[in-house]
Every structure is written in structure tokens, then in C-alpha cells.
């Protein structure tokens, strides 16, 4: 992308920074990691093991994993919760780039693991990988191919620790691009694949984006909104897209519930890693420094990519959608979604959603997991003897 000549380069990573955290549901979440007034770092230290205890797997067949795991020579982090070890595995591929969800899962993941074994992964360039690793060492590893390269080698690892031979593979926004890449190249190892706000193409999602804010803004006359989008017209248009437009257009995807439905912010979301049992103050701090790190470095793969042009799976696919969700439109998804052959589609749709589903409506999402997607799952694995 390429910005206005009167802008300078750091202002330009600054406003794309705003930009990508924005679309891809807070890869950086600056504003929201900020300590609120009247808070200190002793209080939220001193309500996470309030948390822990609670959280505790103490099942006799349960696991509970938080460890440094070497993909293709870099150490990187995962948790690995379940109440049955037996239950199918789920891999959760976080949005972003940046946006790690291991810290941020703590308020709806335990009902998932009564029925899943539940994998959260730090990307490189992410939250704990990239502290522990350092800024260098995950640098290397910040491209498609060679991120998909490593979910293939954590699918590998976690199905051979825990004996099953397919595991549920759960791309989230950003996380989809990755998370598809990697299930086209071993849907041996993928039992059922679930996207929720996916990401799928920039382009069309862009002026997707542009389409639907325009008509909220002219049915709420909202005339302030009118004259800032009318502005940036024709957007995204040909060619780059300036820096300046894509924050004009972020800024009333937020406003108006479409990252968060009914919501003009996600400080719920942003904040919940504050609490979590398994991320402290430095390791909040990673993940804005993964998104100031990722969000450049991969956003040229980004732009490349077009996965609409996925015209079959060998595994069943889920869609998880929300209604409300202006961050990634359906309306990008479901066409390409009506032509895709597959063993077994379906979309599921949030109705009181928008790009953060799971967080947003956790009881339904549970259901949603258990009653469509764990059959197939168990199905994938049903050749394995009991263990």
C-alpha cells in the first residue's frame, strides 16, 4: 500500500498500525492494554489465580499444558486444555496478524473443554512466542508459507502427542488465511475446518466494508459519517490504498457495532488478557509489539491472497458467522461458499454478533461447536483405537 507524499514513515506504520488492528479485530489493541485509572498491574495479579483455581482441569483423564513448543526451529507457545483427553482436538488459529487469543479465551473456553481438547497457539511474531524467541528469531518466521508451514508441524505434534489421527482446525479472521493454507495442504489431518469471521480476500472485503457503512450512515442519516466516507471515494479503488482512507473506514466499522455488535468499542475483548491465568503485564505488552511487528511484515501477503479460489475440500467445512460483522462481510463469504464442494457445508450464523462471535454470544458458539461440528469430528477419528 502506498500512503500520501506528505506523510512521514513513522506516521505511515502508525496509521496502518491503527488500520490492520482495527480490521483484524485489535492486532495491537493499544488503547485497550493501557492501564485503566485507578488500576495497578497488584490488582489483576491478584485476582488470576482467583481465576486459576477455578479454570483448574482436575479431571482424571484431563490435560492441562502451557509449554514452549520448537516448530521448524523456533520455540513457540501453546496451551493444551481438556477435560478427556480423548475428545477431539481442536486447534484455535487466532486472528490478527498479532491478535493472540491464548489470553484472551479464558471467559468462554472452558465449556469447549467438556468436549474438545483445546489447542491455543501464540503465532510467531505473537503474545509469549515472541516474547520468549525475541523480535529476530520470529521475524524470520513472519510469512504465510512458513506459518502455515508451522501449524502443519503443531498439527503434527499435538495429534501424535495425544494419539488421534484429524484434528478440528478453527481459523479465526487473519487466521484463516493460515489456517486454510495449511488444511489444503494436509486435509489428511483436518477431520472438519471452521471459519469464523474469515478473512478471505482484501480487496473485495474492502469495498464490502465501504458498501455497508454507507448504507448504515444513510439510514441513521448520519451526516458526519456521510461526508467522512463520501471523502475517501472511490474506495479501495485500483492500486494501493492509502493509509488515510483505510483508518476513515475502520474507525465507523468500529463505531458502528461492526467489530463488536451493538458496541462502538471492544474493550471487553481487548481487556479480557488482563485477567487471564496464563498472560502477566510483559506478556500483554507482546502482543502490541506482535502487531506493530506482524501487521507490516505480513500485510504483503495479505493482499495476495485470494482464497475464494478454493473450489473444493476433502474435509467438511463450517462457516461461523456474524450477522452484524462489518469487519469481515458475509457477503464476500457466502458466494464463494454456495459453489464450494465439499463433504459436508454449512454456515452458522450469530444473529446477535459481529466479528468476535466466540466472546460475543459464548453459549451459542458452544452449541453450535458440539451439535455440527463434533460429530464430523468424531467421525475423523473414529479409526482410533481407545485409549
Known sequence: MSTPTRTSRPDRLRALRLALALWVAGALGAPA????????????????????????????????????VTLNGLPQWISIRGADRRNP???????????????????????????????????????????????????AHLSRARMAED?????????????ARKVVLL?????????????????????AYVGVGPLFS?????????????????ERKDDAALAELRAIAPYPGEGDIPFDKINVVRKWVMAYGGLAAYRDNADFYFRAARLSPYYDLADRQAIDQGGQLSV???????????????????????????????????????PWFAKLRAPHKEIVWFENSA????????????????????????????AVPAR
Open 296 to 334: 507490516p511484515a505480513l500485510l504483503p501477503d495479505m493482499i495476495a491472497t485470494d482464497h475464494r479460489s478454493i473450489a473444493a475440500s476433502k474435509f467438511p467445512m463450517f462457516m461461523f458467522l456474524g450477522r452484524h460483522d462489518i469487519t469481515t462481510p458475509a457477503s464476500v463469504i457466502e
Open 151 to 163: 501449524l502443519v508441524a503443531l498439527i503434527e505434534r499435538v495429534s501424535a502427542r495425544l494419539g
Open 202 to 218: 482484501l480487496r473485495p472485503n474492502e469495498a464490502a466494508q465501504y458498501r455497508a457503512l454507507l448504507t448504515i450512515a444513510t
Open 33 to 68: 492494554q493501557a492501564q485503566a485509572p485507578g488500576t495497578s498491574e497488584a490488582h489483576y495479579s491478584a485476582v488470576r489465580p482467583m481465576i486459576a483455581d477455578m479454570q483448574k482441569v482436575v479431571t482424571p483423564n484431563g490435560i492441562e499444558v502451557n509449554e514452549a
Open 355 to 382: 466479528h468476535l462471535a466466540p466472546h460475543e454470544e459464548p453459549g451459542k458458539f458452544l452449541i453450535g461447536l458440539v451439535e455440527t461440528v463434533r460429530p464430523w469430528a468424531v467421525k475423523g477419528n473414529a
Open 89 to 139: 482436538i481442536l486447534i484455535y488459529v487466532h486472528g490478527g496478524p498479532g491478535a493472540t487469543e491464548m489470553g484472551r479465551s479464558w471467559p468462554y473456553q472452558r465449556g469447549w473443554e467438556d468436549y474438545f481438547t483445546v489447542v491455543q497457539w501464540d503465532q510467531p511474531g505473537s503474545g509469549k512466542t515472541l516474547r520468549s524467541g525475541g523480535e529476530a528469531a520470529n521475524r
Open 171 to 191: 481459523g479465526h479472521s487473519w487466521g484463516n488465511l493460515i489456517g486454510l493454507d495449511a488444511a489444503m495442504r494436509r486435509p489428511d489431518l483436518i477431520s
